[in-house]
Every structure is written in structure tokens, then in C-alpha cells.
């Protein structure tokens, strides 16, 4: 249970839903023929189980009791024969069972999967991935169990009732009734102990899931927490945590240990006034051997449902939760979507204009980035985003790939409003690359072709050249066949800059969009980085957020972004003679890069000024 969160046990309290149970049921409608061949098997399952009991009877009273040999290897033969057949139907609806769970699960995670590539960046920026993957694996096998595991208990146990209270009437309704009396109070007795049972395993998890994370945050943060002294206060509080669980395991241990005398206790007093009951019959002919027997198999029959009850309960309650969270990702309804009448560019190219843009994210509506920004982009014009931290550079470049959308105003290209194009449309024109580009595992060879699926081998190779990434791909052991781990962990930050700047190249955008890694690379690197960000710029609108001062003074334009706002804007020079914004943070942010700089200029500008801000 460590994959729980605090924040899912919260949302395990939910109450039963009768809408949910049926679109719990709705996802097996495409396998109704299954289902149905399901039920059919547990029900024939359970009527011969209660079949046998009355056939015992017989035999005991018809067969044995009476002496008569005839009868009994009649009603032996046909005993044999059902015995057949109800090894037929466990059979059945075990492998059904199979089944079925695997469809469902397959069915949901698949719709999860299909949805999740269509919600907006907006969903996963408030959506932990941890969570997610639970809905998607964890929450996915409970709900299939419930359609499988919790179906057949369900049916199991109501057919075991209905049909046993069907033969003890047949055998003798008047001691059919004094079960029928006692079997209300074991419901009862049985839902009530059950229902705290649960409420304090519950109880346990919940505060257990608090411990996990506990020790999550202490080992990954074993060193602030030394460093600060925090060791003493840390354990007070987990030491607090654990002593609540004890005391819920403690009493759950209780309830259960009490659990099955008084349901013991309540079925001996059933059993004792049948055979008291049925015993003053049999002697006044009212009731044979075989048939109390049969009554005492019935009741147990009864019983093992109704003490399960309480569990199957709360395994469909817990079911229930993860279908309902798995229900509310499916309904999440993706905030940046294609208008309906939105139709694919033919070309991005052509100049970008920000027209009085607002933009908030959604967990800050009252808090926006941008108010009321404009800017125009020249097509062709290579743009460097510089600024302090925060500023909104992030923003700016993802309102442009249309990750986001404005709140309020326009964002025109080619002078027409971009939610007239498609998502599709946009996205598939624009190249990427990440401060800490993501590349899938597999081969670097796929990474790139990832630019373009159908490109050939020497495409791929081609693109790798221009973009600088040829270099250290052909000193990996492998070359292009090397595989990348899972993220791309086996390559450093700089070489996934690479390697997304070929799947770049390769797909040939019509706007190139990158932000810098900030992370330090080998200069080697850095100059293959800069060669392949030159390859992109080219000819192509583009947008840079700069953090070296080679790319920035590539730029055509250079716009320092403070506070959502363009402070200033202009050509390198332009910017320094200014003395301004772009003056100070540059004396400031590249000092030993001015020191190493070429720039006989920016040397002696760094050297009259050291101290400057
Ligand atoms: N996904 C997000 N959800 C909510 N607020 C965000 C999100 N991303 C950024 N912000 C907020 O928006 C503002 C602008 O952030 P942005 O990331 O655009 O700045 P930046 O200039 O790219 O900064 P940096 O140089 O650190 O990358 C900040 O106040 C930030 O806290
Ligand atoms: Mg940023």
C-alpha cells in the first residue's frame, strides 16, 4: 500500500455510488456474452451445491435409511453425473473470470491511455505523475477484480441463500422459518463488527501511508534534516504516527478476534434449536436423519456469505473509489482544444503577434503572468528571452506552442488568431527542445527518427550531423543503435540537447522554439549545442530562452522579460549602450564569461564596471 498517498485515503471515504456501480457495470457491456456465460456458470455452480445436500438427504433417508438399494445407486448415478457437471461450470467460471478482469482492465487503461494524451499541459502541471500511474495501474486491477472477484461473490452468495432457503422449505418450512429468524440477526451482528473492522484498517492504512511518506521525505531530505537539526522533532512526530496506528491495529485486532465467537455463538443457537426442534419431529414423524442433517449443511451454507458480506462490502467500496477516481481523469476535460471549425495550417510561417495577451495559470487565476502583453515577431527573426528568474519566459514560449492559451487577447500568426488551427496542426510545425529534454528509451537511432517516423536511416544520420549530435553519437559503443535508458538517463543533459536538436532538425519545423539547459556542459558540447541551435535558427522564427551570452548575441533581437513585462528590447549592441536592464544583468550574471570574452568591448565594459548593478 506505499503507492497510496495521503490524498487518495481522503478520497477512499466515499460514500457508495449507485452511478458509479453502474458505469462500473457499463464497462462490460462490450463483453455481455461473457458475462452472461459467467453468471450462468455460478449460478449452476451454486444450485448443485445445494442439490448435493438434498441429495444426500435421500440417500441417508431414502437410500441408507430405508434400506433400499435400488434407489440409492439411483440417486448415486445422478450424484455422480452433476459431479461432472459442476466441475464443468468451476472451470468455466473460473476461466471466465480471467477473462473478464483482463478485458476490463485492458479497456480501462487504454481509455485512460487515449484521454491522457489529449488532456493539456495544464492537467499534468496540477496532476502528480505518481498519482496518475496509480489510476492507471493500480486503480485499473480493483476495478476489474470488483467486475470479476466481487460479481462472482456478490451472485455466489445470494444464490447459496435463495437457493438453500428454497430445499429447506421443501424439507420443512417450519424450521425453515426459525432459520429465517435468525439469519436478520447475524446480518446485523455481522455488518456491525465488520463495518468498525474496516473503519480501523482503515484507519491503520491511512496513518500508515503518512509514515511512508514520512520516510520518504526524511531519507531524501536525511541531509537539510541534519543540517538543521530537525533529527529530534522529526522522530517526536513519527513516533506520534506510530503510536495512533498501534492503537487502530490494536483495536481492529480486538474486533476481529471477537468477530467469529458471537457469530459462532448465534449459529450454535440455530443449529441447537434444529436438532431440538427437528429431534421432537423425528419422533412424532414430522422429520428424518437425513433432513437435519441437511438443515445443519444448509445453514452453514448461509452462512459463509453472510459473514463475508461485510468484506465484500468494503472490497466494492474500495473498488468503487478507484473507479470513481479513474472516472474523474476520463471525464477531465482538456482545457486547450481544437474550436470546432479549426482547420490545419498550411503554414506557420509568417509573423507572430502576442495581441493584448492575459495569461494566468489555472491554480492562480487571481495572479496572471502576462497582462496585457504585446509583441510582434518578424517572420524569420531569431528571438533570445532573457530576464531573471520567473519572469515569465516559460510562459511566453509556451503560449506560443499553444501548450496554453490565453486567457484573454490574441495570439495571431500569419495574422490570424492560432485557435482557428488545429492543435495538431500548430504542434506538428513547431520544433521543441527542453531545458532537460525527455527522450523515450530505446536506441538513439529512435530518439531522433522520432522528428519524423518515416525517415530513413541516413536522414536520420544527416539530421544528427547538422544538428552537431554525429560527434559523440559515434563514440558511443554502439552509435546509433545505443540505447538511452528509460528518460534518457544514460546521456548526459548536454548529449539529450543533442539528440532532441536532431529529432528537431529531422522534423523540419516552420518555428523552432528552445530553452536552454543552464545546467554546465563540457565546452565541446556546448559548441555542438551551439552549432546545432545555429542549424535550427536559420531561416526559421524562433525563440530562444538564453542563458549563454554566445546564443543571445546571435539573436536578432534580444527581449528582457521582467515581471510578465518586455523591459527592454533590442540588438545586442543597442541593449548595452543603453546601460539599462540588459547592461546590469549581463555585468552581473556573466562576469567570468566577460572575463574570458573575446569581446574587446564587453572586456572593458566588465572591467570599468565591476561592481555595477
Ligand atoms: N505551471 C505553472 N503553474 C503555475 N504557475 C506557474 C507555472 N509555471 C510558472 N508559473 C509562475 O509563472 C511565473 C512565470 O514563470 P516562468 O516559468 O514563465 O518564468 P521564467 O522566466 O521561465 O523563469 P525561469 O528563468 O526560472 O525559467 C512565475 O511566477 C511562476 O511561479
Ligand atoms: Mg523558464
Redesign the pocket.
Known sequence: MSDHTEFQEEEFSATFNGKTILRILAQTKAHWPWVLGFLLMITLVSVLDSYFTFLSKRIIDEGIGAGNREVLIGIMKQYALLTIVQAGGVFGFIYLTGILGERVRYDLRKKMFDHLQKLSLAYYNQTPVGWIISRVTSDSDRVAELVTWGLLDITWGVMNILTSAYFMVLINWRLALIVGAIIPVLVVVASWFQKKIIREYREVRKINSKITGAYNENITGVRVTKSLGREKANLEEFGELTGEMYKSGYRAAWLSALFLPIVQFITAIALGSIIWYGGLQIEIGGMTIGGIQAFVSYITFMLFPIQDLARVYAEMQHSVASAERIFSMIDEVPTVVDLPKAKAPKSLQGDIEFDHVDFAYDDEPENPVLSDFNLTVKRGENIALVGP?GGG???IVNLVCRFFEPTQGKIKIGGKDYTRYTLHGIQSRIGVVL?TPHLFSGSVRENIRYGRLEATDKEVEEAAKLAGAHHFVSELEKGYDEEVGEGGVLLSVGQKQLVSLARAVLANPEIFVM?EATSSVDTLTEALIQQGMETMMKGRTSFI?AHRLSTIRRADRILVIENGKIVENGSHAELLRKRGHYYRLYTQQFREELSRAQDPFMAKLAEAEPESN
Open positions: 528568474t519566459k516559460s510562459t531545458q530553452d530562452i
